[in-house]
């Protein structure tokens, strides 16, 4: 099967020196056991958080850790990866096992990991400051996306209950009524030394964030 790498160079606007890094960061464990992209996945994994940080740290330099912590987890994650690679049609170029046997898909674990041996690979045929350029016009989208990202009630209350008491908060549904198609959840939280807080919401999920921002600010007050 022949394939035309120049193509997702155009995409990533880079034209390799060493064209093998670029063919060996596409080539997965089961077409090649000895010279695969396992090892430059690994660094483009690193190179990636790197970069990222960075930047994170550039929008928001008065950030408190725990929402730069959950932005970064969103912008590195394998989903985000997985994007990306479609968003570069990585499945046309990366080698696996079923190339051999003609199938045509390809598993999402497979095009995230390959995503971040792209990029593994461009660091070591380009040098970080291009990485950079090229890392951060792919997330660019993600990137301003992040600004919507922050740490919800729930979470913020798991945090303070953890630090305190080294426990999690409690929660137990207390009613679910209303039509099947428009339901309403009661739900009660607590904490170690507090009484329970209830709300209300849409869904189960609503009713936990809606009691957990109850619960917050009356421990607040404590």
Known sequence: MQINYQVLEKKIKVNFRNKEL???????????????NEKV???????????????????????????????????????????????????????????????NSIEDKVLADSCEALIG?????KGLNITEKIILDLWSDNIKDSINTQIDAKTKLQEYSLKKFKKLP????????????????????????TKFYTAEGKSKKDAEQNAAIICLQNVKKL
């Open 41 to 103: 996945e690994f660094l483009g994994d690193r190179v990636l958080g790197l970069v990222i940080a960075k930047k994170l740290l550039e929008i928001y330099p008065n950030e408190k850790e725990g929402i730069l912590d959950k932005k970064f987890a969103a912008l590195v994650n394998k989903k985000t990866c997985l994007q990306i690679a479609n968003k570069l049609e990585l499945n046309k170029y990366i080698l696996t096992f079923n190339n051999r046997n003609k199938k």
């Open 22 to 36: 670029l063919v060996k960061s596409l080539t997965h464990k089961s077409f090649d056991k000895e010279n695969n």
């Open 170 to 193: 409690i929660y137990k549904v207390i009613s679910n009524t209303g039509p099947r198609h428009k339901p309403l959840f009661k739900v009660a939280v607590k904490l170690v030394d």
């Open 121 to 125: 690979s461009i660091y070591l045929d």
